[in-house]
């Protein structure tokens, strides 16, 4: 049984020495005869590993162990603890889901014929997530001529939308509908109306063929 009295003081080691500066860590640490394994750091999303418990027999010893990790490698939690008197490999209780960096510690107390010791060794993991590639370009859609000319299949878009109820703003005072402003002759703020209307069709509109 972790003792409430040695689980504390182990927190608060474990505390102390993730605050100090370090540098690459080794995969194992050995206390008063007994060496325990940790993974290195390294990159994954899914880690999964097991901690290696080694010498426990050969030295008459007990191991009382906690299991810890922390977002900013500064405010730890427990998540896992217990009692060994003899050699094992224990699975690490890694979250569901690596978010960033994350840091990890296996802190032990040791107590054997040459007396008591305690110890701890932290690693990282790293989730590099790939963004997913950009869509492609739009390629596709009917101009503003085919949509002024084919009215029957705007369903459900109707042709007396009004334009700036449906894009906002005051572009045209007064306002008109999505068919006059494809009518609309020029360039400039007219043509830009054209094919925003074309543009919002081509996604609304429930049919287009534009080979009509």
């Not at 889901?97 to 305690?118: C, E, K, L, P």
Request: charged share 10%; aromatic share 12%; hydrophobic share 35%.
């Amino acid at each position: 049984m972790f003792s409430k009295k040695r689980l504390f003081t182990l927190i608060a080691l474990v505390t102390i020495l993730a605050l100090l500066p370090s540098t690459a860590l080794a995969a194992s640490f050995t206390i008063l005869g007994v060496t325990v394994t940790v993974p290195g750091s390294y990159k994954s999303c899914t880690p999964d590993d097991t901690i290696n418990f080694d010498n426990i027999t050969a030295t008459g010893s007990t191991v009382e162990y906690i299991f810890n990790q922390s977002n900013d490698g500064v405010n730890w939690n427990a998540v896992g603890s217990g009692t060994l008197t003899a050699d094992a490999n224990v699975p690490f209780p890694y979250p569901n889901a690596i978010t960033g960096t994350m840091y990890f510690n296996v802190g032990i107390h040791v107590t054997n014929s040459q007396g008591f010791a305690v110890g701890q060794k932290l690693w990282n993991v790293t989730c590099e997530s790939t963004p997913p590639p950009p869509p492609p370009p739009q390629d596709w859609g009917c101009s503003p001529g085919y949509w002024k000319n084919h009215t029957e299949y705007w369903s459900p878009v109707t042709t007396g939308t009004f334009y700036n109820a449906l894009f906002g703003g005051y572009n045209f005072d007064p306002d008109i509908t999505l068919l006059e402003a494809l009518n609309l002759k020029g360039g400039g703020v007219y043509s830009d109306a054209r094919h925003k209307v074309a543009e919002y069709l081509n996604t609304h509109a429930a049919y287009a063929n534009c080979d009509d």
